[in-house]
């Protein structure tokens, strides 16, 4: 048997028009899917798109199809779907460098790129540092060395949206007119993992997310926005094509009971029933 895991992630920290097409810059989380694959009957409620993984590599190393019926895919993992928090790229991450422990094969985290877009949209979590990323055709990768120490209050909403349906929409035209708005976001990102500075990302992430409003909108998003400024945190931070928000903040230097009474007094918690307290991470397949 060999297993790995792949963390969640609250949204994104960047994503819209950049660099000529849309791109993304994923935010991991301390939430993972881990996923174990060995020798046996396949179990009967494995998830389709974990197969799929398990089919495709057979096929890029040239291995016999019908070993794959002999590979059993298991999995746990507590992590929402179709909220925008990467779950179906954190199980399909994890399946393939399970599966490639077990076949005695190493994949790097670019083929794994390649491989996960050919099954779906796809996350930059599965790489380790902060990534800018196509994540339609895994052409554009650009890292970053800086990991930024920060805690998030992940307000979970009710609203389910698919990632592929999103996809199948045609955004462009609100992607080109917000692109002058990401072009603001990209240079303070920029700037903030130049100079380490929490409060410049918080500013990246809360203008892409004004962006996203134009797509996707949030509720209560100009109430969140007080509450950012009420309490002087870094920011927030959206999932662009999901429908949960990330509040960033430092919890040794910001008062997670004040953030949580500000959202009660404006009657945002009502909208976002489910509250966790989760850390940025770095991102990567374990």
Excluded at 13 to 38: A, H, M, Y
Excluded at 65 to 71: D, T, V
Excluded at 108 to 122: F, G, H, R
Excluded at 193 to 201: A, M
Aim: glycine share 6%.
């Amino acid at each position: 048997m060999a297993e790995a895991a792949c963390p969640a992630a609250c949204g994104e920290l960047l994503q819209g028009w950049l660099l000529g097409g849309e791109k993304l810059i994923s935010c991991p989380i301390n939430w993972f899917s881990r996923v174990s694959v060995s020798e046996g009957v396949p179990i009967p409620d494995e998830r389709p798109r974990m197969r799929q993984m398990v089919n495709l590599l057979l096929d890029y190393w040239q291995e016999p199809p019908e070993w794959a019926a002999g590979l059993r895919i298991e999995y746990q993992s507590t992590i929402p779907l179709a909220k925008g928090m990467a779950g179906s790229t954190a199980d399909i991450a994890a399946t393939a460098q399970a599966t490639a422990r077990l076949l005695g094969k190493s994949l790097n985290s670019a083929e794994l790129a390649q491989l996960c877009v050919k099954l779906e949209p796809t996350d930059s979590t599965i790489f380790r540092p902060l990534t800018l990323f196509d994540h339609l055709t895994a052409q554009t990768q650009i890292s970053f060395d800086w990991q930024p120490d920060i805690d998030i209050l992940l307000l979970e909403s009710p609203q389910t949206i698919l990632t592929e349906k999103y996809h199948q929409q045609d955004h462009h035209r609100q992607l080109l007119d917000t692109a002058s708005l990401l072009q603001r976001a990209w240079q303070q990102f920029l700037t903030a993992n130049q100079r380490h500075d929490h409060y410049r990302l918080g500013e990246a992430c809360t203008l892409s997310a004004i962006a996203s409003q134009s797509i996707l909108p949030k509720p209560c998003f100009d109430q969140l926005r007080d509450v950012v400024e009420q309490t002087g945190i870094y920011g927030l931070n959206v999932a662009h094509s999901g429908s949960v928000v990330g509040l960033l903040f430092h919890s040794h230097h910001h008062d997670i009971n004040d953030l949580r009474w500000w959202l009660h007094q404006k009657k945002i918690s009502g909208h976002y029933p489910n509250i966790h307290h989760v850390k940025l991470i770095a991102g990567g397949v374990r």
